[in-house]
């Protein structure tokens, strides 16, 4: 019988805490029922978890601009994972209403409870959600302002 070889990512210390919950994302209400749908990425973008992307019409996901658009998405399992590295496709929830709570949002900008949201740059490389205003296009709605997170219903277009 030949040697068996382990990886060095299995042995301890584990380099994660695999305990701690995860922030940037947990769907609370309609997990079951959402559609989820795998979008390859435009060149050189990179999105994570918790973060929006804007579907283009090449039907490829860019990050999100300064000007929100009515086309875009929450991101489920985005480059951080390795299956997504590997197929260069990101996975969508489209089209679903949900409840979910995250850390991904301007914290520059206070809510309340019925507040819409929208998406835009957020500047340092993340597109996530911020308070809509005027025409902006309205992708969610704040159900609960926490310390450090928002728990939001997205909206049907």
Excluded: C
Excluded at 5 to 15: F, H, L, Q
Excluded at 63 to 70: C, I, Q
């Amino acid at each position: 019988m030949g040697a068996v070889t382990v990886s060095d990512i299995r042995t301890a210390p584990v380099g994660e805490d695999l305990m701690k919950g995860e922030t940037r994302l947990e769907v609370l209400r309609g997990l079951d029922r959402m559609y989820r749908a795998d979008k390859p990425l435009a060149a050189g973008v990179s999105l994570g978890l918790g973060e929006w992307g804007v579907l283009g019409a090449d039907g490829k996901v860019s990050r999100a601009a300064s000007t929100p658009v009515a086309q875009t998405y929450l991101v489920f399992a985005g480059s951080d994972r390795f299956d997504v590295k590997a197929t260069g496709q990101v996975t969508l929830i489209m089209n679903s209403p949900i409840v979910a709570r995250t850390s991904v949002y301007n914290t520059a900008v206070s809510y309340s409870v019925g507040d819409y949201l929208t998406v835009k740059n957020l500047g340092g490389g993340e597109s996530g959600l911020t308070k809509a205003a005027g025409s902006d296009a309205k992708l969610a709605r704040v159900q609960a302002v926490g310390s450090d997170h928002l728990v939001y219903e997205t909206l049907l277009p």
